[in-house]
Each structure stands twice: as C-alpha cells, then as structure tokens.
C-alpha cells in the first residue's frame, strides 16, 4: 500500500505573519521561526516577513498572502495570554479559526504557531525555553506541509 509523506524541504517560498503584540514571546517565535528555515536550507531571499498588529489580525494578512499565491506556505506566530476577562477566550478562537478558513479556502498550508497560554512564563517557555521554540515548530510543519501539498497535486 502506498504511503504519501512530506518531507522538509529546500525549495519553498515561505510567508512568516507575526504579531507584534506580546513582542517579547513572539520576537523569539520569529526567531525560532527562521533558525528552523536556515537549518533546512532556505535561502533568505526565500522568505518574507509581515508584521501586523495582533493575533486577531492575523487571519486577514494570512489570507492576504494566500490568495496571492506567491508562497508555497505561510507560518503564523503570535501569542495571546490568558486575562482576567474573556477577550482571551474570543482572540484565540477567531485566530486559530481564521487561519484555518484562509489555508482551506486557498489550498496553501498555513502552520499555526500562536501561543495560547495562561501566563507570561508559559509562553516564555514555548517561545524557546523549557519547552522547545513553537515558532521553530511550526515553521518545520511549513516545510514538510509544502512539500505533501506539492507532492499530491504533482
């Protein structure tokens, strides 16, 4: 039985949305974010970072790029931190729902590298502590999902 895998791949043309609010988590996101690109060869010409207000908004740049067509995937960072209201509660819904309405309606894979946390510290440690770097994370799912989608329309 034959078995369909993606694999990191060189070649792509990747789109980073990062979120400036919480810029101290989502700086490192970023920054795990393009070390991951770096050590699977993707030339810097490669890659195009948008900067955009807040999680809430990323949705809207994400499809923006997608429906562009111009990269063959788009990576999401931001980081929304638990407060004493329910703001949290509808910013990382819309977000997470958001991207993934842009990535079905255009076909092109969107990775979802948003913290959603209860704390500053948690998120610190997801951004490159304790618990690895997400940013790093999701732009690996980037490359190996740009690589599958390339690989089943082929």
Not at 31 to 58: K, M
Not at 93 to 106: E, F, K, T, V
Not at 127 to 151: P, Q, R, Y
């Amino acid at each position: 039985m034959p078995v369909i895998e993606g694999h990191r791949t060189s070649a792509a043309r990747i789109a980073i949305v990062v979120a400036r609010w919480n810029e101290l988590v989502t700086a490192r996101l970023l920054e795990g974010a393009l070390g991951e690109l770096r050590r699977n060869g993707i030339e810097q010409e490669r890659v195009t970072i948008v900067s955009c207000p807040g999680s809430f908004e990323l949705p809207l740049v994400v499809k923006a790029l997608a429906e562009q067509k111009r990269y063959d995937a788009i990576i999401a960072l931001g980081c929304v931190i638990r407060g004493e209201t329910p703001h949290f509660d509808y910013v990382a819904s819309q977000a997470a729902s958001g991207i993934m309405q842009a990535m079905l309606a255009s076909g092109i894979p969107c990775a979802f590298g948003v913290l959603t946390t209860d704390t500053l510290d948690q998120a610190l440690d997801r951004a490159g502590g304790k618990a690895g770097n997400k940013g790093a994370e999701a732009a690996a799912v980037a490359l190996e999902m740009a690589h599958l989608l390339s690989t089943l329309r082929a």
